[in-house]
């Protein structure tokens, strides 16, 4: 198992060198000298010429990647264009906010959808199934920025139950910070609760007409046995990967819900620094989000390996 | 305990537990600051914090009249070359140490040679500073500048802690050290700022709140949610679609002030290969544009009657401002008789503009009343740091962009209409505009400099190398526990005398 998972964070090398590379590229691509945004309004002469020359904007791009890449293999990601905050520390403290909204909004999306998922399986065509279905395909319909502002309006604003935006860390208010979070972690949550539910849904049907499931129900065991521990655990399979693979979309989510709730995490830092063209921050996150990409995959298969014993032989 | 009374017992906690300390006031940004160094900030919005943060030499009423803050008095020589001020006596720090001429020394010189300072062009005319005694300061000038006082009224005039700034180097952005009535306590970027009272402040009976906490909204929708729902006291620039709202709303008001600023269409007139478009080298295609748009109609239209209409580069409200030529009515049949003598049947024009609901609304209609006249626009919305590369390359026939406005009336005209301007990206360039615009520089005089910017004003409503459109207000709205707030036309929150029921 260790040899298994010394090999694939090999792999990731190589895999973390190319992406780096396709993002510097890519950004030098986009439109808008990031100079100009830093010089502001009034766009002195003498500042730009200074800044270009502080940011190695004037050499060619393949050198820039290398002083990049050089300043982060010695761990040093570089400081925002914008703030002169060091990216690193910039990274280390928004990615908590994202993970805690990422966890509560899979808390949120295992506890809907997977239940929900099983429930419409076992009784398929019935009014449960019908409902389950129509939920799953509202909450994929449903766009996040208008659930956002329409439970705002009703949850905040009309009802004053929860604070309409911001956030608190959990160490400092753990319940303010809960009150913030329930929210953008519900709105983030509902599209992967339909996502899981449909897939828990056809793997559960798949597995429900089996013969081994057949064969349980003839020994004479209990319905809830069959379901939860014959049929579920194989079902769970494909569902498992599906969902470490959907943390990555939470990410994406992420981004959006965080601007509409105004989380200071890690989808509004690359947001803000897309527009602003503080490309060492949008690097820096870059990197960071692709090596939580490849940790997601690994325990992904790791935790394929625990589930399946076939697997387990197969090493 | 069923679920039902669980989650009753929850919510009513959360109610409860919602409301901050009336000492605090939570003030609503619609952007995040970028550095908190006076010297190397560059944003509107940053402006809005260092106004509570830091104290600045001179300060303006609202009818922009200079007035004392930490300079009691100030002259002139006679040659117009050496500003002499005199300073405030009772100034500490926030690190304890004290205010005097040596500090302003200090400040200036770090504006004028920090690599990372953006108060350069602010300063330019300063050639040295001294200090003629331990509470007054001398400024020497190369050549007249009037507009220096208007400069030290902003950030170029604000004073950090040398001690500080020499401690901190570039770091001070995290942990900015200033004389204001507020101190800084922390910031968590795109999150908020806290601030809170300085009790050492000279003036610090007139300010009532123990803490000020900024936080950066940038959704407008939200951002008012959030003041309706208690989380905060008051916001800045309200959208002019929420007027209503917040005028509907018992416990909210609202106060505005008409801002220094424009926004209009930039034209490229001289700015490389695409200027060679009728639009950009035939002034009459251009004033054929500028008569077929109905300035009223567009302000009830896109900003709900509550901005002002434009046609100059200062605002009505300005004493700037050229009343004998007020904005002109739509004349269609006047804007096809242009292009006809223009030899023109009719025209397409590509207009950038920021690539924002309500701008695009703008060009939208502007579109549509041109279109009357013959004048096709094809409206390229453009990201906004894009637009700005293209703007200064002279990849754009027009461009809808605007200016934020400064106090003195050169700020809003000369880097845009001289030669070697550095904002001049329609490279428009007039012997006479320029020496009128260098003129009005060099004299202290209210009347003449006003006479020279009424002639500039005349030769560009005719040449038309920006077609100005209109003048954002600055709309604040606020429960109305908030008292005493005043609007002043720079945009800032400046707290003296406010206070909360």
Redesign the interface.
Known sequence: MLLFILRRILIAIPTLILVSMFVFTLQKLLPGDPILVMAGEDRDPEVIALLRERYRMNEPIVMQYFYWAADVLRGDLGVSLRTNEPVLSLIASKLPVTIQLALMSMLFAILIGIPAGILSAVRKGTWVDWLANLIALSGLSVPNFWLGIMLILLVSVNLGWLPASGYESPFVDPWKSLTTMIMPAFVLGTALAATLMRHTRSAMLGVLQADYVRTARAKGLRGRVVILKHAFRNAVLPVVTLTALLFGELLAGAVLTEQIFTIPGFGKLIVDAVFNRDYAVVQGVVLCTAVGFILMNLIADVLYVILNPRLRTAQ | MTLRKLTTAL?A???M??GAFAADLRIGLQE?P????TD?????VGRIVFESLCDKLVNITPELDFVPELATSWGWSDDGLTLTMQLREDVVFHDGTAFDAAAVVANIERSKTL????R???LASVESVEATGTYEVAFKLASPDATLIAQLSDRAGMMLSPTAAAEKG??L??DPVCSGPYKFVER?????IVLEKFADHYDADSYSFERLIF?????T??RL??L????LDMLERLAPSDVAAVEADDSLSFTSATSLGYQGITVNVNNGARSETPFGQDARVRRALSLAIDREVINQVVFEGVYAAGNQPFPPTSPWYDATNPVEARDVDAARALLEEAGLDGISIEIQAPNNPVQLQLMQVIQAMTAEAGIEISIKAT????????Q?AGNYEGSQVG??GRTDPDGNIH?FMTCEG??NDSKYCSEEVENLLNEARLSTDAAERKASYDAANAILREELPIIYLYHQTWLWAMTDRVQGFTAYPDGMIRLSGVTME
Do not use: C, Y
């Not at chain 2, 936080?215 to 959704?219: A, Q, S």
């Not at chain 2, 309706?228 to 989380?231: A, C, P």
């Not at chain 2, 990201?383 to 293209?390: G, I, K, P, R």
């Open positions: 919510l906690s959360v109610a537990t919602s995040d970028d550095a908190l160094d190397q900030a560059r944003t509107f690599d990372e300072s953006r350069k062009s602010e570039l770091e952005s995290n968590i970027q795109q999150d908020r936080l950066p909204i940038p959704d929708t939200v949610a959030n309706r729902s208690g989380d990201e906004f740091a894009t637009m700005l590369s293209e200064t200016w934020s880097s550095g904002l």
